[in-house]
């Protein structure tokens, strides 16, 4: 039986800086390059938990210029504008999130 780990593309040791909210924190090290929301708490459930302000996490790696993409959307895979996420909502209701999770494989699958 055949796993991710044999098919995907492998991240290596990460030179990292000292920044709070910076790539190499979101990048995953040593394992498969795979982005995803669950990234921005280092794919930690506890981190995720533990976080008082999930919205001020997010929009910690949000980057303001137009034009780039920033870390926060390489991580939901689409705008910030488009996943439902606001920083300053004007009403408390349920809302609906959306992201894609983004796979990088070593090799393009023919099939």
């Not at 593309?9 to 995803?36: H, N, T, W």
Request: charged share 25%; glycine share 4%; with cysteine.
């Amino acid at each position: 039986k055949e796993t991710l780990l044999q098919h995907c593309y492998q991240i290596e040791g990460i030179k990292r800086k000292d920044s709070k909210a910076s790539v190499e924190r979101v990048l995953p090290e040593y394992s498969c390059l795979l982005l995803s929301p669950a990234n921005l708490w280092q794919q930690n459930l506890q981190s995720f938990s533990l976080d008082a302000n999930i919205v001020n996490t997010v929009f910690n790696y949000q980057n303001l210029q137009k034009g780039k993409v920033s870390i926060a959307e390489m991580a939901f895979g689409m705008h910030l504008r488009d996943t439902g996420i606001k920083r300053y909502p004007l009403r408390a209701r349920p809302r609906v999130l959306q992201y894609a999770v983004t796979i990088f494989y070593r090799h393009a699958d023919q099939r």
